[in-house]
């Protein structure tokens, strides 16, 4: 009996500390997450158990933010033997406005080591001609690939390549951006739907 009492007052302890009228909920799992939470109520049928009545608002720091991922709104001409920029000017996520749409690049506010990868297809490449596929990192390159068109029983092929690399970048004023070459030997189409790149901070 006197251990049931024991538990009993402990239990009631517990509960009455957990939760008040207004209660604040704070939880750190490699980032933070932080909600407040008002209007909540305690039942005491079951030890344990809480049920909140109100409105519960959480905020995130998620650890591998700033992220980005940016396409091609149109078809985008390719000249020969010239670097060109890649025009991604569409976000499909921009967790931290960090990507610029007019000047193509990422550009985080956050120090840390970033996850950048870089895809593109390039349509009816000639037999013999190549792509070179950058990542660059203010203005200079940060990691690329090269892929030729080496099938002489194909004259024409789709071209597609794919390269990724671990960049830091300093939170201020390092930026990201895509580019690729050919020597096709004359202008080629970069089309919408394939063509893309992404990235997010990974510490």
Known sequence: MALTRIL???KDAILTNVVSSSAQIASDVSGSIVGGVSGSSVSTGSFGRVEVAGNL???ANLPNTPAFAVTLSGTQVISSVTVTKMQYDTEVLDSDDAFD????R???QKEG???IHHQLQLFRL????????YILKNGGTAKYGMGTHSDPDTELYDFI????CLVQLNGSTDYIEGQV?????SNINAEVGVNHMFGFRVI
Not at 126 to 133: N, P, T, Y
Not at 181 to 185: F, L
């Open 8 to 10: 009993g007052s402990f």
């Open 57 to 59: 608002s959480v905020s």
């Open 101 to 104: 749409v007019a000047s193509y």
């Open 106 to 108: 990422f550009t985080p």
């Open 113 to 115: 080591f970033y996850y």
């Open 126 to 133: 000639d037999h013999g001609k190549r792509v070179l596929l």
């Open 161 to 164: 390549g794919n390269i990724s």
């Open 181 to 185: 070459y050919t020597n096709h030997g």
